[in-house]
T-cell receptor, first 114, second 118 residues
Framework: DTGVSQDPRHKITKRGQNVTFRCDPI?????LYWYRQTLGQGPEFLTY????????KSRLLSDRFSAERPKGSFSTLEIQRTEQGDSAMYLC????????????FGSGTRLTVV | AQKVTQAQTEISVVEKEDVTLDCVYE???????LFWYKQPPSGELVFLIR??????QNEISGRYSWNFQKSTSSFNFTITASQVVDSAVYFC???????????????FGKGTKLSVIP
């Protein structure tokens, strides 16, 4: 296992378009997280899955955002009707079920909305 | 609510100098976890250390050391004999045991950009 994989690495889209990102966690990790990082800031929590169940969502996750983790393996994050304010690095992370040992982060997907 | 403050936005040091990155946190929980991550220009967050609230022992790993002081709510990170490869943004983060639905979500500081000049 090579760690957490995210695809694509970069995405440029026009305002108003929909985009979808994919995350493949470490295979034995039950927990999966999405974070967003804007320029000059630390990552901010978006949502959390335990297996296929989405158990927590941040207030940052507006109605235009939706995340899924079918079958408890990979996850997708979709943004509908993108806005320029959505431009950011979207980071995925996974961790073992204990949750206290920190995460392994992926390299992120950098989204630019023009 | 939890909060992490990294007051130093940017630090520049000359290679081989020692440097300390400050981190101050706020939490109402008695059980919590503190982390440091390194983010090189490639963007991936690299885990450096995890500390739980009941373990105040300082830790040393090679050129890295961490000083955890509950009395001042600080978890500072020192790099000894800095090297150019240490240049990166360093984030301190906090996770509470009872945050949300047991997510152990991380609250990050804004990061400190370290530049090591050859």
């Amino acid at each position: 296992d090579t760690g957490v994989s995210q695809d694509p690495r970069h995405k440029i889209t026009k305002r108003g378009q929909n985009v979808t990102f994919r995350c493949d966690p470490i295979s034995e990790h039950n927990r999966l997280y999405w974070y967003r990082q804007t320029l000059g800031q630390g990552p901010e929590f978006l949502t959390y899955f335990q297996n296929e169940a989405q158990l927590e969502k941040s207030r940052l996750l507006s109605d235009r955002f939706s995340a899924e983790r079918p079958k408890g393996s990979f996850s997708t994050l979709e943004i509908q009707r993108t806005e320029q304010g959505d431009s950011a690095m979207y980071l995925c992370a996974s961790s073992p079920n204990t949750g206290t040992y920190g995460y392994t982060f992926g390299s992120g997907t950098r989204l630019t909305v023009v | 609510a939890q909060k992490v403050t990294q007051a130093q936005t940017e630090i520049s040091v000359v290679e081989k100098e020692d440097v300390t990155l400050d981190c101050v946190y706020e939490t109402r929980d008695t059980t919590y976890y503190l982390f440091w991550y390194k983010q090189p220009p490639s963007g991936e967050l690299v885990f450096l250390i995890r500390r739980n609230s009941f373990d105040e022992q300082n830790e040393i790993s090679g050129r890295y050391s961490w000083n955890f002081q509950k009395s001042t709510s600080s978890f500072n990170f020192t790099i000894t004999a800095s090297q150019v490869v240490d240049s990166a943004v360093y984030f301190c983060a906090l996770s509470e045991e009872y945050s949300g639905a047991g997510s152990y979500q991380l609250t990050f500081g804004k990061g400190t950009k370290l530049s090591v000049i050859p």
